[in-house]
């Protein structure tokens, strides 16, 4: 299946109702993979969130090339890649080429980021550009048309399970608000059955969440309940 290579595209490929939950396969048990990518799709997933670190951007490692690749074997679903990295022009090549379909790469770590986005759709992928907690969402005024996804981190990056920060929000209703921004909106970092509303509302578009889900008895069921939640927070945007 070809994948995405605009911000409507993605949309269309990934949202139900105005939404989607993109699990993080972060917080899943990498002992049993294939079997975890399965499950996951079986359970309803329309995206997958893959998160990469480098121990330089965030004090963590995770997963390179070779597991994206891995991946991308196990599934035709979007692959949304999000890039921890320090160096990110370094590897949205090799990520792309393993099957990324979305890079999402940070502000923080680039200057001027429209070169780079424009790079990653130079190879065929769409462009997301993310901000950490601290960084103010102003930063974003003069590249909001350059990005297809724009990703507002709820955590400070580097691990699953920590505390939803509600400065997300307000980033997130001015990003909604933008009437030059066309990004679809994503959330990242402790989005659960208490958050995902609230973030629904505020405009977020695409839910990822890593411990709600894989930390779930039943995957279907969890996602179900979460896009369920995310449904009625956007209704009442
Ligand atoms: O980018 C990330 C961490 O840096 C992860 O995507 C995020 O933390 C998801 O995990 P959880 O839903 O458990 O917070
Ligand atoms: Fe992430």
């Known amino acids: 299946m070809p994948g995405p290579t605009n911000a409507a595209e993605l949309r269309r490929l990934t949202l139900r109702n105005g939404v989607a939950v993109a699990p993080s396969v972060l917080a899943c048990d990498f002992g049993h993979l294939a079997d975890e990518i399965a499950a996951i799709e079986a359970a309803g997933a329309t995206v997958l969130h893959l998160d990469i670190m ?3 951007f965030v004090p963590n490692l995770s997963i390179g090339v070779p597991v994206v690749q891995a991946i991308r074997r196990l599934t035709d679903l979007p692959l949304d890649v ?3 990295l320090d160096n990110p022009a370094d590897y949205v090549e090799p990520f792309r080429k393993a099957g990324a379909d979305n890079l999402t790469v940070h502000a923080e770590v680039l200057p001027d980021p429209r070169p780079l986005l424009d790079r990653i759709r130079s190879l065929g992928a769409t462009a997301g550009l993310s901000i950490n907690p601290p960084t103010p969402v102003e930063v974003l005024e003069p590249v909001i048309e350059a990005a297809d996804l724009v990703l507002i981190m709820s955590v400070m990056p580097g691990f699953g399970g920590q505390a939803f920060d509600p400065v997300a929000l307000d980033k997130l209703r001015w990003l909604s608000d933008h009437p030059r921004c066309e990004a679809v909106l994503e959330v990242d970092g402790g989005v659960n059955e208490e958050t995902i509303a609230a973030c629904a ?3 977020a578009e695409l839910l990822v969440a890593g411990t709600a889900v ?5 995957y279907a069921e969890r996602m179900a309940e979460l896009a369920r939640l995310a449904e009625a927070g956007a209704d009442g945007a």
């Open 54 to 56: 480098d121990g330089h």
């Open 82 to 84: 999000h890039l921890m």
């Open 201 to 203: 509302k505020a405009g």
């Open 214 to 218: 894989f930390g779930a008895e039943d």
